[in-house]
Antibody
Framework: QVQLHESGPGLVKPSQTLSLTCSIFGGSISSEGYYWSWIRQPPGKGLEYIGYVYYTGATFYNPSLKSRVIISVDTSKNQFSLKLTSVTAADTAVYYC???????????????WGQGTLVTVSS | QSVLTQPPSVSGAPGQRVTISCTGSSSNIGAGYDVHWYQQLPGTAPKLLIY???NRPSGVPDRFSGSKSGTSASLAITGLQAEDEADYYC?????????FGTGTKVTVL
């Protein structure tokens, strides 16, 4: 059974870069048909899709964040990472990593999810 | 603001049936894209509840069912139980971007 686990600093200063890593256990990041994703949830609010990376290194980013986001993969460590630059208080959220299961054009769902990690942007 | 609209809250007594709507448009649900549903218990990560409009992953009770018609989808919970008190989110595509619904809090009276 695949499990995901996020790690990284819980506090980031404004204008700096948020960096998180998601480690995959019980499965391979190189499995075909799975896209490795980041999703965030501001405190008390809904879910926002950030983007994904495929094991080949191919990426897709939410246009609203595209200019500040980099998602990368490290197949040797079975991990993928998120970098979000120039953060502000509006980037304070619980950040989840999740496996995007794709079975065809425009039919993707997320399963499983990591437990999430709260990142606070504050000086 | 999400393009998939859900009622902020629904409630019901134990044993009752409740439904949660997910209303979209011709650029998302109405375009034929599948809808998926997640349950988020307090303080935990979302968990897949329904995929491909109507399918339940292994381990999800058959009290939960999904449907889709036109530009909307629905999640029904029959035989409501105290453990079903949670936030529920729909998810689909909108113009090639994955989007989530606004979320619905289910309260068991």
């Amino acid at each position: 059974q695949v499990q995901l686990h996020e790690s990284g600093p819980g506090l980031v200063k404004p204008s700096q870069t948020l960096s998180l890593t998601c480690s995959i256990f019980g499965g391979s990041i190189s499995s075909e048909g799975y896209y490795w994703s980041w999703i965030r949830q501001p405190p008390g609010k809904g879910l926002e899709y950030i983007g994904y990376v495929y094991y080949t290194g191919a990426t897709f980013y939410n246009p609203s964040l595209k200019s500040r986001v980099i998602i990368s993969v490290d197949t040797s460590k079975n991990q993928f990472s998120l970098k979000l630059t120039s953060v502000t208080a509006a980037d304070t959220a619980v950040y989840y990593c999740a496996r995007d299961v794709s079975v065809g054009a425009y039919s993707d769902w997320f399963d499983p999810w990591g437990q999430g990690t709260l990142v606070t942007v504050s000086s | 603001q999400s393009v998939l609209t859900q009622p902020p809250s629904v409630s019901g007594a134990p044993g009752q049936r409740v439904t949660i709507s997910c209303t979209g448009s011709s650029s998302n649900i109405g375009a034929g894209y599948d809808v998926h549903w997640y349950q988020q218990l307090p303080g935990t990560a979302p968990k897949l509840l329904i995929y491909g409009n109507i399918n339940r992953p292994s381990g999800v009770p058959d009290r939960f069912s999904g449907s889709k018609s036109g530009t909307s989808a629905s999640l029904a919970i029959t035989g409501l139980q105290a453990e079903d008190e949670a936030d529920y989110y729909c998810q689909s595509y909108d113009s090639s971007l994955m989007v989530f619904g606004t979320g619905t809090k289910v309260t068991v009276l």
